[in-house]
């Protein structure tokens, strides 16, 4: 049995492509967490807990993790204790609480300003765009709340480092998702919430995280499991990353990158980009089955247990046709400027600004169609929430990639 680790068929690596950029920056690392109070926000998903795992071997003094997600937090706790050399904090809390909730801003009011805030709650699947109403939602989660927060922080005289990580999908948006987190960088960098808000700004746009929750790599180890056929989309190629090397990219990114920066790795096409379905054989592969491909998603269900007995396993090829799906990758447009930050395998974009008064505009025009009492929402559909976004970014419009079908429609 191949005992390589499980990203390592997505990333081709089995150590960590960061591991020289965090040697270098682990000095300056420490002076900044050391002793300091942290929070992180959506610290018990993938990306936020491997980043909590990496901050809290920093030692801080008060290390406290926000998240609705119960079972998240639980398991997250238990992995912090069964690594007890790892880290050590005075004050230790996990709390399942709703990051843009008034119970939220309660926590804040009773707390000292934090050293360091980390952002990492979020709606981040495309396929929620398949509906006004969850489209509301992915608006409501990855804007609204995060102005919100930002001046319930500016109440409490923050002044130190807050983070949100952002996507390489904000980057010439083609799904509603991704232009969500575009307006969250202007949101951070250049909304009134930010010019209330003391301290440095930071976010990071990365590739996808192998085989974190909820992401395709995953689905392929439940199919197996549950002795499901198992998917991916043809022709399709992306950039990943580890779950370890996720928390290192948004740690450098929180702790020591320069301010209005968003931090990206250097990824090159010709070496990183790897075809979904490769990914797909080579996982069957390692679990002792060939694949047997189908172009029909009725037979590929029916036939697992036949093919599974001739040590085979289902593999259904799907076009790339479905809304807000992004044929290549990217990290930086055009007209953005990438500036270095001292590291081999990291740089920085430099936050490119749009219009300050419609990124408000923008904001408030989400704030009343959240507002049960206001007539706002009234004929609610996917164009009205484009052209909020198309506001601040107007060549959404172009980029949007939109389709009758949604991922829900794809096995």
Not at 366 to 377: K, M, N
């Amino acid at each position: 049995m191949n005992r390589s680790p499980l990203h390592e068929i997505a990333t081709g690596r089995l150590g960590s492509l960061f591991d020289e950029d965090m040697a270098i920056v682990r000095l300056q690392l420490q002076n900044a967490v050391n002793g300091k109070r942290i929070l992180a926000i959506g610290g018990a998903g993938s990306i936020g807990s491997s980043t909590v795992l990496e901050i809290a071997a920093l030692r801080p003094d008060t290390l406290h993790i926000v998240d609705q997600n119960e079972n998240g937090l639980a398991e997250l706790v238990r992995q912090m204790r069964s690594r007890p050399e790892g880290w050590s904090a005075r004050d230790f809390r996990t709390l399942p609480l709703d990051y843009g909730s008034a119970t939220m801003a309660h926590f804040l009011r009773s707390e000292k300003p934090y050293d360091i805030v980390l952002n990492f709650a979020a709606l981040k699947h495309v396929r929620s765009e398949k509906d006004p109403y969850s489209t509301l939602q992915i608006f409501e989660t990855n804007l609204a709340k995060q102005a919100r927060l930002m001046r319930w922080l500016a109440d409490t005289g923050f002044n130190g480092r807050f983070f949100t990580v952002s996507t390489d999908k904000a980057a010439n948006p083609s799904s509603i998702m991704g232009a969500t987190k575009r307006l969250m960088e202007h949101v951070l960098f250049n909304s009134s919430a930010a010019a209330s808000l003391g301290g440095v700004r930071t976010s990071a746009r990365f590739a996808n995280v192998a085989f974190s929750n909820g992401s395709l790599l995953q689905a392929f180890e439940h199919r197996l499991a549950r002795g499901d056929a198992m998917a991916v989309p043809r022709d399709t190629r992306r950039y990943f990353v580890s779950l370890g090397e996720s928390g290192q990219i948004c740690a450098i990114a929180a702790g020591v990158a320069p301010g209005q920066g968003i931090v990206i790795p250097k990824l090159v096409p010709q070496e990183h980009l790897v075809l979904l379905q490769e990914i797909a054989e080579k996982f069957l592969h390692r679990n002792g089955f060939a694949p047997a491909y189908y172009d029909d998603e009725a037979a590929a269900c029916a036939n697992v247990e036949a093919e599974r007995r001739q040590g085979r396993w289902p593999l259904l090829i799907t076009p790339l046709d479905t809304a807000g799906e992004k044929p290549y990758e990217e990290f930086v447009t055009e007209n953005e400027e990438i500036v270095e930050i001292g590291m081999p395998n990291l740089q920085a974009v430099r936050y490119l600004a749009a219009d300050k008064a419609e990124i408000d505009a923008s904001l408030n025009e989400i704030d009343e169609l959240l507002d049960r009492t206001s007539r706002a929402a009234a004929n609610l559909d996917k164009d009205r929430l484009k052209a909020i976004i198309a506001r601040v970014e107007p060549e959404f419009l172009a980029t949007h990639r939109d389709s009758a079908s949604n991922l829900d429609q794809r096995l």
